[in-house]
C-alpha cells in the first residue's frame, strides 16, 4: 500500500494547483480506505456561502481515485467511468472530510464508496458509489 | 420561459467569477431543452490535457438547473438531490456543449437528461442523469 | 446485427418461463437501438395496481442487454455493472414499452440509455442507464 | 419504530404472495437500519444459477422501503424516485441478506445506503443507493 507522502507527492506532481483534486490532505490510509480533507476557499462556494456541488463531486471522485491508487499503485491512467452521488446536507464553509471505502477492487472495475461529512462520520452530508476502469 | 438574456444575466448576478458554473454561454433555450458551451481552461483540464471530470460534473449540474430555470424562473433554493454521470469518451481540449433536457418538471422534483458533446451531439462524450428538489 | 427473431430464440433458450425477463416482445432492432413491450401480469404489480419497481427495472435491464447483444452477438456471460434508474411517472396496468439506445459500446463496458413508456415514447415513465461489463 | 412483526404484518397484508418484495423475513429492525434476508427460488435465478440482477433490486428496494417506514410508521405511499445498484460479485443460489441503512431521512426524500451480502457483511454482493419521495 502507498504511504501518505508517497500518495500525496504523486497527486502533487500530477495535478495542478488550485483544483479541489490537488489542494486537498491525505489524513489517513488505511487497508480498503481512505480518508481527505479539504478547506473550501471562495471559488469553492456557491450563493449562500455553502460548499458548490461541483466541489463535492471533485473531491469525491478525488477520494475514490484515491483508495484505488494507495492499492494499486500511482497507475495515472484509471478513469472513472460513472459516478453517482446524493446530495443529503449543505456543507458549510469551513474544513470537510471525504472517507472512501473500497467495495470491490477488481481487475478491470474498482467500486468505492465515499461520504463526505463535516462535524461527525455518522452525520453524511453526500454519499458517492464512484466506479473506475482499471487499464489492463 | 426565460429568455438566453435573462438566465445569463440570473447567473452572471448569483454566481462568482472563475467556475465552470459561471463560465459557460447559454446557446439555446427550448421548450424542455437547453443547451450550453463551455471553452475550457488551464483550470479545466487533467493530466494528459483532457477536460476534468470535475469540470464535466460541473457543466452537467449546470445545464441540469438552467433548463429547469428556464421553465420554472430564477428560483435560486432549487438544489441537486442526485447525480449520476457516466463517463464514455474523453473530452478534449476545446469548446464542449451540454444539451440537457427536461425528463419530468414536477411540483417538488425536477429531472433532466444531460449530454456532454463536443463534434456532435450523436458522439456522447457523457451521460448524466440530474434529479433537483425545488422548494415549496 | 441479430434479428428479432434470433434474438427472441436467444433469450428463450436461455431464461426460464415466467420473468420479465423472457416474458417480453421484441418489438424492433435498429442500429443502435431496440425496442421492447411487456404486458404486465398479477405478479407485476404493486398495491394500487400500477406496474412495480422491480418489474420496470427487470425490464430496463432486459432491453439494455438486449441492445447489447443484437450487436456483439449472444454473449451471455456480458453482466450489469451498474444501474441507475429514475421513476418519474407511474406505469398503468397494461401494456409498456423499453427503448434502449446505445450511448458507448466499447470493448469492456457498454453503456445504454433505457426510457419506460406507455402512452408515448415523450411521456418518459423511467429513465435508466446501465453499464455492462463485456467478457475479454 | 415499528416493531418486526407490525412491519411483516405490514408487507403481508399489502403485497401480493410471489413476489422478492415480500417473500422476504425481516431479520432486525434497529435505528437507523433494518436487515433482511430472502431465499432465493427457481424464481430468482438466471442461466448459470446466480441470483438475476431484477431479484436484487427487487431486495434492494424493498429493504430501503422497510428501513423508511420502520421510522416514519406504515405510510404505503412512499415511492421510490431514484435507485442506483453496482454488482460487484456473483449472488449464489442460496439465502442473502439486504442491510439498508438511513443516510437521511428528510420531511420529503429519504435516501438509503442497502449492502446485498451472503457470507459476511463485510464482502459486499451489491450496493445500492436509494431514493424515496415521501407524500407531504
Do not use: C
Not at 471562495?42 to 458548490?52: D, H, N, Q, T, W
Not at 452521488?85 to 471505502?101: D, E, K
Amino acid at each position: 500500500m502507498m504511504s501518505v507522502s508517497e500518495l500525496a507527492a504523486f497527486f502533487a506532481q500530477a495535478f495542478p494547483v488550485g483544483q479541489v483534486e490537488r489542494d486537498h490532505d491525505i489524513v489517513e490510509i488505511k487497508p480498503g480506505s481512505v480518508l481527505l480533507q479539504f478547506e473550501p476557499d471562495a471559488a469553492s462556494l456557491r450563493p449562500g456561502g455553502i460548499v458548490s456541488g461541483p466541489t463535492q463531486m471533485g473531491l469525491a471522485d478525488r477520494a475514490a481515485y484515491a483508495v484505488i491508487l494507495a492499492h494499486i499503485g500511482p497507475v495515472a491512467m484509471a478513469v472513472t467511468s460513472n459516478l453517482n452521488i446524493s446530495f443529503l446536507r449543505p456543507v458549510a464553509n469551513r474544513r470537510f472530510h471525504a472517507q472512501a471505502t473500497l467495495l470491490k477492487l477488481g481487475r478491470r472495475l474498482a467500486t468505492v464508496d465515499v461520504r463526505l461529512w463535516q462535524d461527525s462520520p455518522a452525520e453524511v452530508l453526500a454519499q458517492a458509489t464512484v466506479t473506475y476502469a482499471i487499464p489492463a
